[in-house]
């Protein structure tokens, strides 16, 4: 090997075409110089290993990205985000356009199968869900077991794991009709066992479906239904949920979506692979941040505290300003844009509470305040979403399982294309090994604990 500082070899060719675009790099250790095919703005992590690690075990060079802040870890033709310029499209279409005029179902097909349903199919497609919405009556008593106090994300991620069990026939995931079965279970019965959850915490009985009504409305009624014989929600509401469920239908490769897609390589059944993900989306850094902000505004307690507490924020001693930042993001949210209009919507019909203005004074603030403006902290999707489902009447933790329902169709389809793609293995990331190095056992334990059975025994007569 050329010594540091020699002439430079010519560039080692990691696996690159002649004449195909590659990025020449040169490793200052060896002088060598290498070539790796860069394709669709990338280069592809594995052709680091023709280039040694020179560390001991002599592999190949790694990269080093904890929390996946600049990995592509598939292709993907379902959801497209631009962070900087405030982007958002499934298949193609704007989150504007399918939030004005598409409803959840249609986008849930959409993202599933990259076009958009004609008549024949949605009706088959709103029937077959429909059909399903009912759960074994097991699972109702499954649920009737939980605490009173138990929170909902908790029951919901249980019992979808629990579906597993009813539906074996679930695990022949490369069985086409298998696994739209499954998807069509998943999708019809994620909202009644949702509904079932929020009841059992108010201490009401359960609804059973009403097939008479649409998705949202369905739900609305297993949720809020009483002695009426028909439960009839109102149509801004019905409208408001429907807007909601379809900006949160999918939003790429996210922590709850890698954490259903890292599960599903393992080839286990779709109800686990999404029960992981509603574990992932329980984390208050992910979709519990909306009940975050609704905890934060009742600590602020009136717009009045505003100015102080953002000093905390910023002092770093205090919470982070919760239904703020992302990653991707570094403008404001596109939904969160289309939420605000909806919260205004829905607090014309509700009234303005002093929540709502605490909320405001916080975002008017934060937008001009030079910490959230040089980080590119703008508001998030879950920054209003809280208000609205309150100004609903759903209980705070009730908030992520809505978004939990909607966030189930994008699961879906991105579980689906990732079992479809050739190129996807088992998910098994790297790690650099940090500790110590090889060492002799030497017990810690007394001697009771560490001499077996007999040693114990003796321990215990004296
Ligand atoms: N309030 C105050 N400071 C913040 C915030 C915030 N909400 N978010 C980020 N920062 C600061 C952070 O302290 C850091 O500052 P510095 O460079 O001085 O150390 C800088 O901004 C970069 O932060 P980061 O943690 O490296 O950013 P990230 O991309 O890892 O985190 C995030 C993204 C969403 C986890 C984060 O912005 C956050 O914790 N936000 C509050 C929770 C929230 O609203 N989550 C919902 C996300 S959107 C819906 C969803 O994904 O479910």
Not at 70 to 98: F, H, M, V, W
Not at 200 to 222: A, R
Not at 286 to 311: Q, W, Y
Not at 382 to 390: A, E, K, P, V, W
């Amino acid at each position: 090997m050329p010594k540091p500082g020699a002439s430079e070899a010519p560039a080692k060719n990691a696996s690159a075409p002649p004449g195909a675009a590659a990025l020449e790099i040169r490793d200052t250790r060896t002088n060598e110089s290498y070539s790796l095919p860069v394709v669709d703005g990338s280069i592809r992590a594995t052709d680091l290993k023709k280039i040694p690690s020179g560390d001991a075990d002599g592999g190949g060079l790694m990269s080093y990205d904890p929390a996946f802040l600049n990995t592509a870890a598939c292709r993907s033709a379902i959801t497209y985000i631009d962070g900087d310029k405030g982007i958002l499209r499934y298949r193609g279409y704007p989150i504007e356009q399918l939030a004005e005029r598409a409803n959840f179902l249609e986008v849930a097909w959409l993202l599933r199968h990259g076009e958009l349903p004609d008549q024949k199919e949605y009706d088959k497609f709103e029937h077959d869900i429909t059909y399903h919405t009912y759960v074994h009556e097991n699972i109702r008593k499954f649920l009737e077991g939980f605490r009173y106090d138990a929170h909902p994300m908790a029951m919901l991620n249980s019992a979808v794991a629990a579906l597993a069990s009813f539906y074996p026939d679930s695990r022949n995931i490369f069985d086409a009709e298998q696994r739209n079965i499954s998807i069509i279970r998943l999708l019809a019965k994620v909202p009644t066992i949702a509904a079932f959850s929020y009841r059992h915490v108010k201490g009401l009985p359960f609804v059973y479906p009403d097939n008479d009504l649409s998705y949202v409305e369905n739900f609305l009624s297993m949720v809020a239904r009483m002695s009426e014989p028909k439960y009839e929600a109102n149509p801004v509401f019905v409208k408001a949920l429907e807007i909601l469920f379809i900006l949160h239908a999918d939003h790429e490769q996210n922590c709850s979506t890698s954490a259903v897609r890292a599960v599903g390589s393992s080839h286990v059944d779709p109800f686990s692979a999404i029960s992981a993900g509603i574990a992932a989306l329980f984390g208050p850094l992910h979709g519990g941040a909306n009940e975050a902000v609704l905890r934060m505004i009742g600590e602020i307690g009136h717009p009045k505290n505003v100015p102080a507490f953002i000093e905390e924020v910023k002092g770093g001693k205090g919470q982070r300003l919760m239904g703020f930042g992302h990653r991707v993001y570094k403008s404001y949210d596109p939904r969160a844009r289309i939420v605000k209009q909806l919260a205004d919507d829905v607090f014309k019909i509700v009234g303005v509470d002093k929540d709502l203005e605490i909320a405001l004074e916080l975002e008017r603030i934060a937008l001009s305040d030079d910490y959230f403006v040089s980080r590119k902290l703008y508001p998030n999707v879950d920054f209003y979403t809280g208000l609205i489902y309150r100004s609903m009447a759903f209980p705070t933790e009730f908030f992520t399982v809505l978004f939990a329902i909607a966030r189930t169709s994008g699961w879906l389809s991105q579980w689906e294309e990732m079992l479809l793609d050739k190129e996807q293995k088992i998910a098994r990331p790297r790690q650099i090994y940090v500790g110590p190095g090889e060492r002799e056992y030497k017990s810690k334990l007394s001697a009771a604990r560490s001499g077996g059975k007999a040693a114990k025994k003796d321990a215990l007569r004296q």
